[in-house]
């Protein structure tokens, strides 16, 4: 902190007097490089808009807006279930908050191996991780504390491409079947750590068939003639989904979502089912 | 109905046997003209995407999805509260459904006069009206009843954009201050009908100042000074947008969020107030 | 021009001293209501993103943004080919400038009717309409001409959206082949009228096969083996619209995309012809 | 190649009996991890859209997608001028193309000191790089060649949000006056190289003000008043750069915009030069 800091006012640490709290406030769609640990532990390298925000008392009339942009450019760890918990910690602390609220969003790849061929390729995956936190007054445990406990929740959200072919179009048709790229996308809030990779599985494993970046001809035989095999509405991909999540102790509460970008239509056909296990 | 349908086989009406409800199913980003009603009961012609959903029952394999497409096709009256609880009542009764939600997202356009030379013009505003409905197993009398009753809801969604000056900025400087668009956004839950232009017009009235399509100069010069004398955080924003809504009973709860596209940065300030009353 | 406006400094009209001419400037992506007029004299309601510029001379500081939007404001046609000539010549001698660029992007709609059960409904395509024009500087008699002289161009872009279904998948596999959702986007310089619903035609005339608001079930059928029956290349889908194109002798000149949203990849194939016919 | 890809018919090799060129034909908007070569030589990470094509002779009837994923995924070098030559011989030995098409496009990351505290920061730039090349049919030099000569051929393009200020709302107004973020966009066709960092520096340099991730309050008292004493017109700005890009003897030709994201207005104000220096 030099001179010209010193003497200049600061406005926002002035007492407010419209007695309203604010529930978050910080900054929206940062862009940074991020580093996110994949299942094996193998470093993947992407670019994330960051929202980063703390609640702010009643009687404060603003929040130090710099600080925001010096935790997440400080941060060199990378990203998973601990990593978030590190980086909503420094939040509070730097800007002395009982509440926070942290979005990443980000493209992250998984590699893959063709079907028949076996050649590997990357897939690209739309992630959002978003971690809240709203510690108790009196308890000061919190900066020991796990990221399970203390009132720190993680969600996750994936959105994951895949094919899906119309069960309806193959039963009435007397040859082919409309079929088209959906988003299947999983929204979870995590009791402990599921990778990225077993959320992404679980929506491929349910669908049609699962994309891949890269296929040779025998590959594109099996890809077409398995999605043929497999017909899925959009109300059986968020069914069959909706069934791994449930069965799974990790996740406590879910979204699951499919949009079909109808290649018979100019809009989507949609389905959604959510659950809150407690 | 003719002869061609009726021995295609229906897979949406098969039993399903998972018994797994779905909370919503149906047609997504749909683009479709649209009447909407202004505050003054003058019809503003604009394009919507639209989202129709209904429940599905576990027993129940898939929706008929034309139907929401003949829905709003067939629908010619014009978008306000009375007329979402009018397209509601339509879609439960044509796709035998208990609950529902329809949204609609369309730039509304609101006439204004430029604050000196009054000069008129149209300003732009993006809208999402929501209507959800929930009706009770043995209550029959929702097709009679009035939009406020029968478990029908109304979210009205509106995006402002106005002018913000930071404070700070003007304080520390010897002269200027910083300023930018922002985008404050009100999500209200309403209880009985409020009009898009009462809406906007609490946003627009607690910036820094409003935005208009056409300035002439000594208009340029009003709205320069204005935003001057009139300095925003992107909390003072969202608190002063917050007591207007507190203090109007048609509103049963609501979000108010800023964006401010801060003009010295690449990234947005953003603060958030929710509040249920009940 | 009331008192105020003339005492204030005139800042654009100033004479700039770096002699170098600015080829397009003015107002983009105003949002604005619109008329547009159909194939058969129908009036479309459509909102647009416009854009509007002039060519300013090297000895001139700035242009008056407020007059393009007084002149969107005040053009109360509907947009075709006329239409776009007449809104230019308004900006050109409201403005005193000799050439022009105006963009026009909007959704438009076309209402046609399934191809079994002949049931009706609209289909949205995203159009551009651009007029150009420069016109020599001796050359005073461009007030009084037609849209098809006097330097004035208009080149029209419709997005086509279709399904392709994939003539490699169909022939390898045993059964079935993927398909999904294509845009085929034909941008054609015009040396005479072309309406939006011929342009549509060319491109989906030439698709798998073309897209519906509403099919009931034995359109699905018929939708699905249209396509099946019809396999085409991303290639294939080029070269046929292109063949069109060169056919019209309205047409002086063509771009023809397609990008085909695989529904194998979570990428699209792409092919482009191009043809200046001078 | 094993017994499964030898046995199936190869569909895209097959003779076209249309006669009609392609003038690209490709893969589109595929998202990958790319490393980028900075200035003083330095890797940044970062994740882009590519899409990849070349030309199609009239007799062929199809090209082979997957082959534009292999080369783009064992492509390991860095991004720069001779990394994208590179990457275009590989494409056309690989496709056995004539001529071909690359664009990259992706967020890049620049590190800058703050101006008075001279904290360290980063700010994000939208770039996008172009390569093209067209070699003649009788040159079979072009394996040797270097990147600047055989038909390759650069562009880079640069997307600069900078501060611009309104000198007519300065002089106008007793006090303040409006500015915001602004987009300054560089397209360059290089004849030799030019690092990213010079090009934004280009824009940077003349706007009102350059933006920064990281600013604390004598931070933010000198952005607002250097950018109060350097107002300009969006007409300013892309004069000014221009006559930058004029003096710079790598830049072959050039298209210079500036995109004012108006904070009075809902809509940009917009300028663009061009110049082919030949």
Redesign the interface.
């Known amino acids: 902190v030099?001179a010209?800091?010193r003497i200049?006012?600061?406005?926002?640490a002035q007492i407010?007097h419209?007695s309203?709290?604010?529930?978050?406030?910080?900054?929206?769609?940062?862009?940074?490089?991020l580093k996110v640990s994949s299942a094996t532990g193998e470093i993947?390298?992407?670019?994330a808009h960051a929202?980063m925000?703390v609640g702010?008392p009643p009687d404060q009339?603003?929040?130090h807006?710099?600080r925001f942009?010096?935790i997440l450019?400080d941060f060199d760890g990378a990203i998973d279930h601990p990593g978030m918990h590190a980086l909503m910690l420094a939040m509070l602390q730097r800007l002395e908050a009982r509440s926070g609220w942290i979005e990443l969003r980000f493209?992250y790849?998984i590699r893959k191996a063709a079907p028949?061929?076996g050649l590997s390729?990357?897939?690209?995956y739309h992630v959002t991780m978003r971690a809240q936190m709203d510690r108790d007054a009196s308890d000061l445990s919190f900066l020991s504390g796990s990221p399970s406990a203390n009132g720190f929740q993680l969600t996750v959200k994936v959105q994951v491409?895949v094919?899906s072919?119309c069960?309806?179009?193959k039963?009435?048709?007397?040859?082919?079947?409309?079929?088209?790229?959906s988003h299947v996308t999983i929204t979870a809030e995590l009791s402990a750590p599921v990778s990225l990779e077993e959320l992404v599985g679980m929506a491929e494993d349910e669908a049609s068939?699962e994309?891949?970046?890269?296929?040779?001809?025998?590959d594109?035989?099996y890809?077409?003639?398995r999605?043929?095999d497999n017909p899925k509405?959009?109300?059986d991909l968020?069914?069959?989904v909706?069934?791994r999540l449930d069965a799974d102790d990790r996740v406590r509460a879910y979204v699951v979502e499919s949009?079909n970008?109808?290649?018979?239509?100019?809009?989507?056909?949609?389905?959604?089912?959510?659950n809150h296990k407690h």
Chains 1, 2, 3, 4 share one sequence.
């Open positions: 030099n010209p800091e200049l006012p600061d406005i926002q407010d419209r309203m709290a604010i529930n978050r406030v910080g900054v929206k769609s940062m862009l940074h490089p993947v390298h992407t670019v929202d925000y702010l009339k603003g929040t807006m710099s942009v010096e450019q493209p790849f028949v061929s390729s990357l897939l690209d491409p094919t072919l069960p309806c179009s039963e009435i048709s007397d040859y082919g079947a409309h079929n088209q790229r068939c994309l891949y970046g890269l296929l040779k001809r025998q594109e035989k890809v077409t003639e999605a043929y509405f959009v109300e968020v069914r069959d909706a069934g949009e970008f109808e290649s018979i239509h100019n809009h989507s056909a949609y389905a959604l089912i959510e």
